[in-house]
């Protein structure tokens, strides 16, 4: 199996409307193995439309508890089990996720019961494992090491980057964060760093559009995200062999497109770029 990161949802934040693109969800193959790396509204679909058969899956990321990167993680689950799982999944994320996984069994309960008792299913519960993601030290599953590092996304606390490495091959996924100088290390020589980005010149009319925040909205956004310039030079700092960005802010802006996203990156990096959208897969 080729190696590759498929962006499965590519926009910042978790509303939707006509027309738009999808929170963050990624699928991430490398050496063999598959990870789902963050399971935002539309994750199911897009590991699907990938080629991904739900049952398959067996690992899966959660880079932190912001709705629009785990809101369909209870659903992706139940819909592997539904589609035949049989066998573990670990999902590793921040504390607190226990918390949101009970919760989803708890809501499911009469369904759950009813398919284990009606059609003879496998307990789901004793399917799936929660795991916290550790700072000090690799997780390690088989050939493939994950390592974390916290990232800069006030107000939480317990937001990761991660570095997915085999003896080949490492990408970085930057999760969210404000401009963080220390990415350009844990990014060191990746083949692939995707990276969370922001088009500063964009936002004083997304607020505008956004209509019910105040300026609380605009700082919120520059101390808990990075532009896309910024995302560039952390890039060109690591020495990665290629940038896509994703969790794109805005990303539904007809007025920015493409081209300003091309003209914001170039000053500051040089290499293979990718301006993510919903569905892109990006060999490595
Ligand atoms: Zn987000
Ligand atoms: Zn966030």
């Not at 439309?49 to 690992?59: E, K, N, T």
């Not at 785990?70 to 996720?97: D, R, S």
């Not at 293979?272 to 569905?279: K, S, T, V």
Request: net charge negative; proline share 6%; with cysteine.
């Amino acid at each position: 199996m080729a190696d590759f990161v498929a962006l499965l949802g590519t926009k910042g934040g978790p509303a939707i409307r006509p027309g738009s693109t999808m929170p963050t969800a990624s699928l991430l193959s490398i050496g063999g193995q598959r990870v789902v790396v963050d399971c935002g509204l539309g994750v199911s679909r897009g590991l699907i439309d990938q080629g991904m058969r739900l049952q398959d899956i067996a690992l899966i990321f959660i880079t932190h508890l912001h709705s629009d990167h785990y809101l369909e993680l209870g659903p992706l689950l139940h819909t592997a089990w539904t589609a035949g799982k049989k066998t573990p999944v670990q999902v590793w994320g921040p504390p607190g996720l226990e918390v949101y996984w009970q919760g989803f069994l708890g809501s499911m309960q009469a369904d759950i019961d009813l398919r284990i008792e009606d059609e003879g299913r496998p307990d789901l519960r004793a399917m799936v494992s929660i795991h916290e993601v550790t700072v000090d030290r690799p997780m390690v599953f088989d050939a493939l090491q994950v390592t974390a590092i916290r990232t800069l996304h006030p107000p939480l606390i317990d937001t990761y980057a991660l570095r997915f490495a085999t003896a080949e091959k490492a990408v970085v996924f930057s999760g969210d964060t404000a401009f963080l100088p220390a990415l350009a290390d844990f990014a060191r020589g990746a083949d692939l760093l995707i990276h969370e980005a922001m088009l500063g010149e964009a936002l004083p009319a997304l607020l505008a559009r956004v209509g019910n925040g105040d300026e609380r909205l605009m700082r919120h956004l520059l101390r808990s995200h990075t532009l896309a310039a910024d995302a560039a030079r952390i890039a060109t700092q690591a020495g990665a062999k290629a940038l896509a960005l994703h969790h794109l802010i805005p990303s539904d802006d007809p007025d920015f497109g493409p081209d300003e996203w091309h003209a914001s990156v170039a000053p500051h990096w040089n290499g293979p770029f990718y301006l993510g959208h919903d569905g892109m897969r990006i060999a490595f």
